[in-house]
T-cell receptor
Framework: AQSVTQLGSHVSVSEGALVLLRCNYSSSVPPYLFWYVQYPNQGLQLLLKYTTGATLVKGINGFEAEFKKSETSFHLTKPSAHMSDAAEYFCAVILHGSGNTGKLIFGQGTTLQVKP | ETGVTQSPTHLIKTRGQQVTLRCSSQSGHNTVSWYQQALGQGPQFIFQYYREEENGRGNFPPRFSGLQFPNYSSELNVNALELDDSALYLC????????????FGPGTRLTVT
């Protein structure tokens, strides 16, 4: 079965430090890959996505992610954390190809805490 | 361009009751997907509608049903509510079922007592 694993349910960084949120997927065919952010009591907002082409993807708010097929990974990074980055982050995949729907498969989420 | 809206924001129901949650997609989006997000978990896919037909279903029982209307609105109906149905219910709309970004609404928080 296809799955998404986010390593670390909680990540804590200092303001200005590097943010690294890890995501690995399990799929026989490389899926479309997404990172979403969720602020308290709100819906999900797309940070970035990878479908085809360049494997380093830049998103909103200074975030980027790199698709590494050999490692089945799609880790999210930001060079310098800001207090406003504190939120829940979800990695998700969509399987594409014949017979597949746009079913987003989400990881369990990683809570990012940013300390002043 | 308006975003995805959902109503109501919060809802409290009793076990065994029925509930209808509503979603208004972005104009022109002919695909809507519904997700259930339990506390502390990632969203789980319930089903997707494309051009008013069910286009895929997750691992949810038949008491979870849906409708999509020509005016880009949709409904999620849940019968015979159980305590475990307490969750945040999210709808997301998109132009294409697979290729395009899904735009999420703010969700409906359902509490079953």
């Amino acid at each position: 079965a296809q799955s998404v694993t986010q390593l670390g349910s909680h990540v804590s960084v200092s303001e200005g430090a590097l943010v690294l949120l890890r995501c690995n997927y399990s799929s026989s065919v490389p899926p479309y890959l997404f990172w979403y952010v969720q602020y308290p009591n709100q819906g999900l907002q797309l940070l970035l996505k990878y479908t085809t082409g360049a494997t380093l993807v830049k998103g909103i708010n200074g975030f980027e992610a790199e698709f590494k097929k050999s490692e089945t990974s799609f880790h999210l990074t930001k060079p310098s954390a800001h207090m406003s980055d504190a939120a829940e982050y979800f990695c998700a995949v969509i399987l594409h190809g014949s017979g597949n729907t746009g079913k987003l498969i989400f990881g369990q989420g990683t809570t990012l805490q940013v300390k002043p | 361009e308006t975003g995805v809206t959902q109503s109501p924001t919060h809802l409290i129901k009793t076990r065994g009751q029925q509930v209808t949650l509503r979603c208004s997609s972005q104009s022109g989006h002919n695909t809507v997907s519904w997700y259930q997000q339990a506390l502390g978990q990632g969203p789980q896919f319930i089903f997707q509608y494309y051009r008013e037909e069910e286009n895929g279903r997750g691992n949810f029982p038949p008491r979870f049903s849906g409708l999509q209307f020509p005016n880009y609105s949709s409904e999620l109906n849940v019968n015979a509510l159980e305590l475990d149905d307490s969750a945040l219910y999210l709808c997301a709309s998109s132009l294409d079922p697979v290729r395009d970004e899904q735009y999420f609404g703010p969700g409906t928080r359902l509490t079953v007592t």
